[in-house]
């Protein structure tokens, strides 16, 4: 009747085509531009929940993105995506009877891989830590959690 529509599952979306998330991220096929520009930088002294690592994912994803490491995070192995400081998702190294990879997450869901960026064919995970941020900047464009502009 009146009732509020809600926003459809992940399962009722479509994965995207490659040829769209090539369109929104041409650089994933590029080299990286500098070690020094995408390797990780340690915080002096960080405190347990403050981020003692982070990368600049812009050359990668886009302005805004970026990557963060708490301390305790380091131990573990989990990234967290955020765009303009504000988290988006959690990328965690994973590793499956056949293989490992990256699995990506954003409010406790699970965005799979697809298409090339699988680590391995029939794989949820994503081949490398940088695709697995970039389908959650892709997941967070579609959803309109973020501005389009915020992608090449």
């Not at 131990?75 to 190294?93: K, N, P, Y």
């Not at 949820?124 to 389009?148: S, Y």
């Amino acid at each position: 009747d009146g009732e509020p529509a809600t926003e459809p599952q992940l399962r009722d979306r479509p994965p995207p085509s490659v040829a769209e998330y090539d369109q929104l991220l041409p650089s994933h096929r590029k080299p990286a531009a500098s070690a020094a520009a995408v390797e990780p930088r340690p915080a002096p002294q960080p405190a347990e929940n403050d981020p003692a690592v982070t990368v600049d994912m812009a050359a990668a994803i886009g302005p805004g993105w970026s990557l963060t490491q708490t301390t305790l995070d380091r131990e573990t192995g989990i990234w967290r995506v955020r765009h303009a400081g504000r988290l988006l998702g959690v990328i965690e190294r994973r590793h499956e009877l056949h293989g490992r990879g990256w699995s990506a997450s954003r409010d406790g869901v699970t965005i799979a891989a697809f298409g090339t960026f699988t680590a391995r064919k029939g794989s949820a995970l994503w081949r490398t830590r940088d695709n697995a941020a970039a389908g959650i900047a892709f997941d967070a464009v579609q959803r309109e959690l973020v501005p389009r502009s915020s992608m090449p």
